[in-house]
């Protein structure tokens, strides 16, 4: 049973990679006519990658100017990073 379990909470957590419902980090990756916004949830981010818990902290969200926080969004540019590789880190 708990088998079960944990494989429908994987597929639940899996999806929501690719649904940007209710998301609260955009990720802007790329330059010039290269870019592409991704969006993401922070929770997932923080989870799975020390360096992302590190770049949401509010420690380094507020002493960096290369992201900002709008409302409940934050934006992380990552302008030297072209939208096919951030996709394969993802």
């Known amino acids: 049973m708990d088998s ?3 494989k429908d909470l994987l597929k639940d957590y899996s ?3 690719y649904d940007s419902e209710d998301h609260d980090v955009i ?3 790329g330059e010039d006519h290269n870019t592409k916004d991704f969006r993401i949830h922070s929770n997932i981010l923080r ?12 420690k380094w969200g507020s002493n960096n100017s ?9 934006m992380l540019k990552k302008p030297h990073i072209s939208p096919n590789v951030f996709e394969i880190i993802l």
């Open 4 to 6: 079960e379990l944990h």
């Open 15 to 17: 999806s929501m990679l």
């Open 27 to 29: 990720i802007q990756v």
């Open 47 to 58: 989870a799975r990658s020390p360096y992302f818990r590190n770049e949401l902290s509010t």
């Open 66 to 74: 290369n992201n900002f926080k709008r409302g409940y969004t934050t």
